[in-house]
């Protein structure tokens, strides 16, 4: 099946978009024809019941590698929800805050997740790096012993830092893994729930996949509406109402293909081969310099900015680096500079072509 016109003369694209993001060919590729024909059944995945005899398969298969993949232990549902990340900031506290609960502000994000669960109970925010632009991740701080859960954001997308190893507190934990899901293993047994936007590594937006730990539900005595309870998606098995169905199944061939590569591990042998490339290009090309502060650089989201003396390169760069193919790079807003996102799908081919894109912009000046 041809699904675009290849142009030879189009150069080929890497693209370091932040989210949504790169996804596999294969999974593009197997979509696309479920599009057009699901399963030889001569029906779109678009226009079949999310309850048709054929899909429900597919919802069971994504758990299922969801479970295998990260080692989930018995007790923890894996749903399919609609809302984003954005809607889990306010589902988590309206299901899991009673009195109190504590937050690790590291980001934008995690400061958004944060002000939505002031509406529900007291939130102590344990410590914050704001002050210096979110260039780091706070280390020095103690959990109240007290607090119904602890909320982390485990990768800060916007800014480039990440916590590439699961905390040791004494409060069940929960994180937003929006940005690093299936990117390294994770001991979800110290966690009630893990949330986050397909977007940036699993698949097109749409789809939120959240892990959740079944007895920590139904803790809290306020009335949840039936669409914010998780209770009432572990009961519906995540078909509660109509799931983000097209979204549901691309995840499921992300998954296929993650297990197909060797699974998180390897997932993660890539991810910190892939960045220690371009974080050591950073380091040695004088033209630029990184922002996050070293021990806490993100393999995901690589920010770099460039030296005080060459700054006025800035918009130079981007249209060197756009005409070799360079998509996305362009750093946020709210750090400026670049911004290389090199989630699971990203090959390490791509990575060594904005390396040697830089290494020629160098050689210019
Ligand atoms: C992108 C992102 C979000 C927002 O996700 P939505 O699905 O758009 O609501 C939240 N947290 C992190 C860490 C993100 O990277």
């Known amino acids: 099946m041809k699904l675009y016109n290849k142009n030879t003369l189009q150069m080929k694209k890497h693209n370091f ?53 990260l080692q989930i232990p018995e007790g923890y549902s894996v749903l399919f929800l609609g809302g984003g990340a954005s809607l ?21 994000w995690a400061k958004k997740a944060m002000k939505e669960a002031k509406g529900f109970g007291e939130v102590v925010e344990v410590a914050s790096s704001a002050e210096a632009n979110y260039t780091y991740i706070p280390k020095d701080y103690t959990v109240p ?11 800060n997308t916007i800014y480039g830092t990440e916590l590439k190893e699961d905390l040791d507190v004494h409060v069940p934990m ?22 986050g936007g397909a977007q940036k590594n699993l698949a097109p937006s749409g789809v939120t996949f959240v892990i959740v730990k079944d007895d920590a539900v139904g803790k809290v005595s306020r009335y949840i509406p039936s669409m914010l309870s998780y209770q009432t998606h572990i009961d519906g098995a995540s078909m509660f109402n109509t799931p983000p169905v097209v979204p ?100 390490k081919e791509s990575v060594q072509a904005l390396i040697d894109c830089m290494q020629e912009f160098e050689k210019l000046h």
């Open 17 to 69: 978009n932040a989210g949504p993001s790169i996804l596999p060919r294969e999974v593009i590729e197997n979509t696309a024809k479920a599009i057009l024909d699901f399963e030889d059944s001569g029906l779109s995945l678009m226009e079949i019941s999310h309850r048709a005899k054929n899909f429900q398969p597919v919802v069971d298969e994504a758990v299922a590698l969801f479970k295998e993949l």
């Open 88 to 108: 889990e900031f306010c589902m988590v506290p309206f299901n899991f805050l009673e009195k109190k609960a504590a937050y690790l502000n590291s980001g934008v």
């Open 145 to 155: 012993a007290d607090a119904d859960y602890f909320h982390i954001t485990s990768n």
């Open 174 to 195: 929960v994180a937003d893994m929006s940005s690093d899901i299936f990117s390294r293993p994770i001991d979800v047994s110290k966690y009630i729930c893990i949330y």
């Open 248 to 347: 549901i199944y691309a995840a499921l061939q992300t998954l296929r293909w993650l297990k197909a590569q060797g699974g998180v591990k390897e997932m993660e042998r890539r991810a910190i081969e892939k960045s220690d490339m371009l974080y050591a290009e950073i380091d040695r090309n004088k033209l630029f310099v990184g922002t996050a502060v070293k021990e806490d650089r993100s393999r995901m989201n690589i920010c770099f900015v460039m030296a005080p003396e060459f700054a006025e390169l800035e918009a130079d760069f981007l249209k060197f680096a756009t005409e070799k193919g360079m998509v996305g790079i362009k750093g946020h807003r709210s750090v400026g500079g670049f911004r290389a996102s090199c989630y699971n799908a990203m090959p």
